[in-house]
């Protein structure tokens, strides 16, 4: 979600939480905040709050995983919810393996973000960096939940994100 245009309310917040310079210029060029940061070579990991997000106003806020220094995103920061939930990965959708777990009488059980693991990343041929990401599936939050989407991302040496390999469902019926 965009921040508004006056951000001035939650800069003088962070300034009187005493946050680093490089915490200011993070939410000045993303309008998140970086809650976690997890350094794992070229791409990093982390957990990031957007203060005008509308999930923001639960209990403890609701952080999103986000990989950091990611080469072909704009501001280097990419929602670990858009590999999910992009038009690419959304082949998960008919594979038998997840048409297995399927919910009966759900259309279409997503991951909603809100409770995204990402394993270590592990090195891969060529300085390849590999991330074990896994989300719960839920037809709404309501819902059941059947079983955890597992997805093996790859970036290269760069940062520049390369594939994607569909991993077995977990189970958690």
């Known amino acids: 979600m965009p921040a508004p245009r006056n951000v001035t309310c939650f800069d003088e917040f962070l300034k009187r939480q005493r946050a680093s310079d490089s915490a200011l210029a993070y939410f000045r060029a993303t309008s998140e905040t970086l809650q976690r940061f997890e350094e794992r070579g070229r791409v990093d990991t982390g957990t990031s709050f957007n203060p005008w997000c509308c999930l923001a106003d639960m209990p403890g806020g609701i952080a999103q995983a986000v990989f950091l220094n990611v080469a072909d995103a704009p501001d280097g920061l990419r929602f670990v919810s858009d590999y999910l939930l992009g038009a690419e990965l959304r082949r998960w959708l008919a594979h038998p ?4 777990v399927r919910t009966p009488g759900v259309d279409e059980e997503l991951p909603f973000g809100l409770e995204t693991a990402i394993e270590p990343s592990t090195a891969g041929p060529g300085a390849e960096q590999r991330f074990i990401v896994s989300d719960t599936l839920q037809g709404c939050r309501a ?10 991302l790859t970036f290269d040496a760069t940062g520049r994100y390369v594939r994607w390999e569909l ?4 189970l958690l019926r």
């Open 97 to 100: 393996a997840y048409l297995a």
């Open 143 to 152: 819902c059941p939940r059947p079983a955890r989407l597992r997805v093996m």
């Open 167 to 170: 991993l077995p469902p977990e």
